[in-house]
Every structure is written in structure tokens, then in C-alpha cells.
């Protein structure tokens, strides 16, 4: 089931928290530059996709100083932070949902999914989408979204107020990408990960063949 990008490898570089940097063909485009994540984390980027509007994923203030310090650059993102954004950069900021497709820094991107998961009944769902990279690498925001196709590389949101162990294990099954690299993990120390990780093995509920690596902020991998 392996898949490569149809215009050449792709390199991604894990930023903190749920943030990732893809590159190719020297462009750059970053999904999810959050307050968790480094605060440089979309300076430099062609393009930025954002899945939804909670400060993990989306800090306003960074992202109108990346978008400042490149005056090319561009966001897709959904509505509700579409909204937050489109008037200081008019032309530059563009609203998908569910179905659409779009070229991003030499990316083509498919739009997936449409709600948050849920943390509790009583907090109100809000919107969510997910991005599928190049038909290859996936990254579903806060939501445990299929694409409805196979995926190579699954971005696995692996700790959150809205998730549990079983879930993430069948997740991954239901998907199953040929790997999984870990996203949505900025509350977890090494002690964590070394759970999560035995969990996801063998020794655990297992996630064979997916190959699952942990990936730290700074890591870089070829796609």
C-alpha cells in the first residue's frame, strides 16, 4: 500500500504539539501552528492549513506575524477562523469544508470531516476538518476522521480530553496507514510515551502492520 507524493518525496519535520512542517520541491507548507507549538513554527511557510479554532492549533497572534513576515503566503483553514483572519489579509486567507480539494505550495490537498470530538455532552461541539496531503499523509485535526481511502501516513492525534486508549488503538486499525507518527502530544512526558508506545505494540491492543514511531519536535522523516 505504499504511496510516495506524485511530484516527489516529502520530507516533514514534527513541530510540537500537533504542528508539522512538509516539505518539497523546496516549499513549505504547515498544518496546525498552534500555542503549544514552537513559536517560529509557520514563519517561512508558503501555506497553512488549520483544522479548527482551539488555541492547541490555532494562535492568532503567530500566525499574523508569519503571515506578516511573507506577504505570499496564504491560509486555508475552515470557517470560524477563516472569519478571525480574512480582513487583515484579504486575498490570503481561503474557506474549505468537507469535499473540497485545492492546491497549496506545490500540495494537493483533500478536505475531510466536519465536527470536533467529543469532550463532554455538555461542552458544544465546534467545528473540525481534516487534510489529506498529496493523497498520502492525512491529518485529522481533533477527530478520529476517516478519509475513505488508504493513507500511507497517518498523523495520530494520541492524547486529548476527547480521546481514550481503545479509541486511538481502533482508530489506527480502522485507517490502516502503512505508519502512524504521533501528533496531539504536548501533554505527555517520555514516561507517557513509553505507555502509549507499549499499548500500541505487541505487548499491547497492537496496531500491527501499521509501523508506529514517535517522532519528537525537531525530528525529521522522508515520506
Known amino acids: 500500500m505504499e504511496q510516495t507524493s ?16 512538509l516539505s518539497k520541491g523546496g516549499r513549505t507548507l504547515v498544518i496546525d501552528p498552534g500555542g503549544f507549538s514552537e513559536p517560529d513554527a509557520a514563519v517561512g511557510a508558503e501555506a497553512v492549513l488549520v483544522t ?11 500566525l499574523r506575524a508569519a ?9 486555508w483553514t475552515l470557517r470560524s477562523v477563516a472569519e478571525r483572519v480574512s480582513a487583515a489579509f484579504p486575498g490570503r486567507v481561503h474557506t474549505v469544508g ?15 470531516g466536519e465536527l470536533h470530538a467529543v469532550i463532554h455532552p455538555d461542552i458544544p461541539r465546534i467545528t473540525n476538518v481534516g487534510y489529506l496531503v498529496d493523497g498520502a499523509l492525512f491529518h485529522p485535526g481533533d477527530a478520529f476522521t476517516h478519509p475513505g481511502r488508504e493513507v500511507d501516513t497517518l498523523l495520530l492525534p494520541l492524547q486529548a480530553p ?48 501499521t509501523e508506529y514511531a514517535v517522532l519528537r519536535p525537531g525530528d525529521r522523516v522522508t515520506l
Open 6 to 21: 506524485p511530484s516527489g518525496p516529502i520530507e516533514l519535520r514534527k513541530k510540537g504539539h500537533a504542528c508539522v512542517r
Open 98 to 112: 468537507h469535499g473540497d480539494t485545492f492546491s497549496a505550495a506545490g500540495f494537493e490537498v483533500e478536505v475531510h
Open 67 to 75: 503571515l506578516d513576515a511573507s506577504p505570499g503566503a496564504e491560509i
Open 162 to 209: 476527547w480521546n481514550k486508549m481503545s479509541e486511538v488503538v481502533d482508530y489506527v486499525r480502522e485507517v490502516a496507514p502503512r505508519r502512524a507518527y504521533p501528533v496531539h502530544d504536548g501533554l505527555i512526558n517520555e514516561q507517557g510515551h513509553a505507555v502509549y508506545g507499549r499499548n500500541l505494540g505487541p505487548q499491547g491492543a497492537g496496531i500491527a502492520p
Open 52 to 62: 479548527h479554532e482551539h488555541p492547541d492549533h490555532f494562535d492568532e497572534g503567530r
